[in-house]
């Protein structure tokens, strides 16, 4: 699947760079855990991605050439599908490609027939916030406690939630 088909308005990066899409495996599990734990202060472990994989939920890694350039991982569920992970190699950030997963994975969970994507994020976490909100996700609500923050602390989520029958 070439990325830059996947969006009616595809960012200047994804014509320029030819990606595409291919599943996560566990033997792409190297690459992925070394951006995951560049890009978080609190990253999944390869057991949370074994399992994300042994639970069969959609997870797919954005590759130019033989370079992970991100990946997302979603649940689906009924008429519903939840965003879990969704990163973009720091060497890569800023350059649209979050944009393009999130446009693959509403396109994708639309042909599942679900109406609504839903996701958390960490209040501290205002870019993240701002790209969901440009691509039509509203803020519906905070759940207390959700992350680890530092030992002894947490920090809150706010739920995002994108109607995909008005995208
Ligand atoms: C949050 C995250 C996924 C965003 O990924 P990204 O690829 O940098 O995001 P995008 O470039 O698609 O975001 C759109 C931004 O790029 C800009 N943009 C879009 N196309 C562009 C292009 N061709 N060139 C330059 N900028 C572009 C947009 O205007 C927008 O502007 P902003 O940088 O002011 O926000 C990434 O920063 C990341 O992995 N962070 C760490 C993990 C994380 O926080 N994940 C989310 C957890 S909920």
Redesign the pocket.
């Known amino acids: 699947m070439n990325a830059a088909v996947l969006s009616e308005e595809p960012?200047?990066?994804?014509?320029?760079v030819e990606a595409r899409f291919e599943p996560m495996t566990s033997e792409r599990l190297d690459a992925v855990l070394a951006?995951e734990q560049a890009?978080?202060s609190h990253p999944w472990t390869r057991g949370n991605f074994a399992d994300t994989l042994a639970a069969g939920h959609q997870a797919q890694c954005l590759l130019a050439g033989d370079e992970l350039?991100?990946y997302f991982v979603a649940m689906p569920g009924f008429q519903e599908v939840h965003?879990l992970?969704?990163?973009?190699?720091?060497a890569?950030?800023?350059?649209?490609?979050?944009?393009?997963?999130?446009d693959a994975l509403a396109l994708w969970s639309r042909r599942q027939g679900a109406e609504w994507l839903w996701?958390?994020?960490?209040v501290s976490?205002a870019?993240?916030?701002?790209?969901?909100l440009?691509r039509g996700f509203a803020r519906v609500g905070q759940r207390k406690g959700y992350y680890p923050l530092r030992p002894g602390e947490r920090e809150d989520a706010v739920v995002m939630s994108l109607r995909l029958e008005n995208t």
């Open positions: 960012a200047a990066a994804a014509q320029a951006i890009a978080y350039l991100g965003l992970n969704i990163t973009v190699a720091p890569f950030q800023r350059q649209g490609w979050a944009l393009v997963m999130l996701l958390e994020v960490r976490n870019r993240a916030q701002q790209i969901y440009a």
